[in-house]
């Protein structure tokens, strides 16, 4: 990963800004951040404002998956504000130590079904997702298996650092069966249903996926209600 590690003595909010355009306030708790160490991808700030703006302010309940020294969920505090409901779980218990400070943390696997579902029952319910975890293929499933059916309507799930999807250490490869991105693809055709004959590969969730945005290193799940498709010609 060294081969893509920013300069220490350049200036990460101006690479941002200049590569993306980007100047929301997210840019500043990153790259102004003083506290505990965040470590993000440039590229993946404008991208968070893109799907977690809608959710600020407002009594969002966020789980973040990988909590590792707290600095994200401390980020997330400040940007997400004090009606969030904010939880973090790790699987290594050094993390608990972080427990109640910007958020809820709380020590067990990713792949952990049981696990998952105390977690959001303790939350009261779910909006949004991000997994920043192991980032092992099977670990990625297990916890969308788990977390996108119990997603509210409107929630948003994303997962980061898939370029592991290519890793074989992390599960993945370039032409692997168990390459996140062919799971992408099967949630894509799953989309699509009403226009083949194959039916839902996956029963459980294939038929609410109403938007599915893949960006470098980052899938992006919707949750809205999904309806037969319609078309009408109006006019003259
Ligand atoms: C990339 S770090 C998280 C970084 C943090 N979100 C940030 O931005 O500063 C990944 C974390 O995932 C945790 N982790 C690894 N395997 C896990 C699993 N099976 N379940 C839950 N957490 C896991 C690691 O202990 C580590 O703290």
Same mark, same amino acid.
């Given at each position: 990963?060294?081969?893509?590690?920013? /300069?220490?003595?350049? /200036?990460?909010?101006?690479?941002?800004?200049?590569?993306?355009?980007?100047?929301?306030?997210?840019?500043?708790?990153?790259?102004?951040?003083?506290?505990?160490?965040?470590?993000?991808?440039?590229?993946?700030?404008?991208?968070?404002?893109?799907?977690?703006?809608?959710?600020?302010?407002?009594?969002?309940?966020?789980l973040?998956i990988g909590?590792?020294?707290?600095?994200?969920?401390?980020?997330?505090?400040?940007?997400?504000?004090?009606?969030?409901?904010?939880?973090?779980i790790d699987i290594?218990?050094?993390?608990?130590?972080?427990?109640?400070?910007?958020?809820?943390?709380?020590?067990g696997s990713q792949a952990d079904p049981e696990f998952l579902n105390g977690v959001v029952?303790?939350?009261?319910?779910i /909006?949004?997702v991000?997994d920043d975890g192991s980032h092992r293929m099977p670990h990625v499933r297990a916890s969308f298996e788990v977390l996108y059916p119990r997603l509210?309507?409107?929630?948003?799930y994303?997962i980061?650092?898939l370029?592991t999807a290519?890793?074989?250490?992390f599960g993945g490869?370039?032409?692997?069966r168990d390459n996140f991105?062919v799971f992408a693809?099967e949630l894509?055709?799953?989309?699509?249903?009403?226009?083949?004959?194959?039916?839902?590969?996956h029963?459980a969730y294939?038929?609410?996926?109403?938007?599915?945005?893949?960006?470098?290193?980052?899938a992006?799940i919707?949750?809205?209600?999904?309806?037969?498709?319609?078309?009408?010609?109006?006019?003259?």
């Amino acid at each position: 990963m060294k081969k893509y590690r920013f /300069d220490e003595n350049a /200036d990460v909010a101006e690479d941002i800004r200049s590569k993306y355009g980007f100047d929301g306030e997210l840019l500043d708790l990153f790259a102004g951040n003083k506290g505990v160490v965040v470590h993000k991808w440039h590229h993946y700030i404008p991208i968070y404002e893109r799907y977690f703006a809608q959710f600020r302010d407002r009594p969002v309940r966020f789980l973040e998956i990988g909590v590792n020294k707290g600095g994200s969920l401390q980020m997330w505090r400040r940007y997400f504000g004090e009606a969030a409901t904010l939880y973090g779980i790790d699987i290594n218990p050094e993390c608990a130590q972080f427990d109640g400070q910007a958020g809820q943390v709380r020590i067990g696997s990713q792949a952990d079904p049981e696990f998952l579902n105390g977690v959001v029952d303790e939350m009261g319910g779910i /909006d949004l997702v991000l997994d920043d975890g192991s980032h092992r293929m099977p670990h990625v499933r297990a916890s969308f298996e788990v977390l996108y059916p119990r997603l509210e309507t409107g929630g948003v799930y994303m997962i980061e650092d898939l370029h592991t999807a290519y890793y074989p250490k992390f599960g993945g490869g370039y032409r692997s069966r168990d390459n996140f991105f062919v799971f992408a693809r099967e949630l894509v055709d799953d989309m699509h249903q009403w226009y083949h004959n194959k039916g839902l590969r996956h029963e459980a969730y294939g038929g609410h996926v109403s938007g599915l945005h893949i960006h470098d290193s980052i899938a992006v799940i919707d949750k809205q209600p999904v309806h037969r498709p319609v078309h009408s010609r109006v006019g003259e």
